[in-house]
T-cell receptor, first 113, second 114 residues
């Protein structure tokens, strides 16, 4: 099974600054997804980027994908205190019967007001 | 609200006991996934069911078992509980079998083993 590894493990910024988180994975993928988890809550899907896409935007979120480097980044612009959460990337494997949706350990983002 | 319902929300039980966690997926979703999240292990994939059949297995202990019923709800059974089994257990669902789908998480079941 594959695993996305997020970097850094923790990030602390001031409100209004941009936050960048990275994800590396191991093998070929169809898509890469980013999720957010508020403390003690379920994960919420943020954005999906397909393997043939290089960049995708959704509101204040910008995701890039570099399949040659097997890496992705999530940029949150103009961060708010409410963005404080853990962020995970997930890389479902390509093909096969069923799949195991594997998450990394996440990046813990703290946005200070 | 993701549409995935998990019960119970909180559970405290003693070592050696057995518990059952229940999950109702989003309406129409055929895939159900179970995850365990603890402080030191992150989010661990346990098992994936699709339309009643087991499709993928992760780091699921032999003391744990799961099933998906004809109405698509799923149960995760945890037996001979140990202190280290204390964790937040998530169920998630998605519409299909392939990897193009987003998965939707429930709010989790907090299990405390004392």
């Amino acid at each position: 099974s594959q695993q996305g590894e997020e970097d850094p493990q923790a990030l602390s910024i001031q409100e209004g600054e941009n936050a960048t988180m990275n994800c590396s994975y191991k093998t070929s993928i169809n898509n890469l997804q980013w999720y957010r988890q508020n403390s003690g809550r379920g994960l919420v899907h943020l954005i999906l980027i397909r393997s043939n896409e290089r960049e995708k935007h959704s509101g204040r979120l910008r995701v890039t994908l570099d399949t040659s480097k097997k890496s992705s980044s999530l940029l949150i612009t103009a961060s708010r205190a409410a963005d404080t959460a853990s962020y995970f990337c997930a890389t479902p494997p390509r093909g096969g019967q069923g799949f195991s949706f594997i998450f990394g350990k996440g990046t813990r983002l703290l946005v200070k007001p | 609200d993701s549409g995935v319902t998990q019960t119970p929300k909180h559970l405290i039980t003693a070592t050696g006991q057995r518990v059952t966690l229940r999950c109702s997926p989003r309406s129409g979703d055929l895939s159900v996934y179970w995850y365990q999240q603890s402080l030191d292990q992150g989010l661990q994939f346990l098992i994936h069911y699709y339309n009643g059949e087991e499709r993928a297995k992760g780091n699921i202990l032999e003391r744990f078992s799961a099933q998906q019923f004809p109405d698509l709800h799923s149960e995760l059974n945890l037996s001979s509980l140990e202190l280290g089994d204390s964790a937040l257990y998530f169920c998630a669902s998605s519409g299909g079998l392939d990897s193009g789908n987003t998965i939707y998480f429930g709010e989790g079941s907090w299990l405390t083993v004392v």
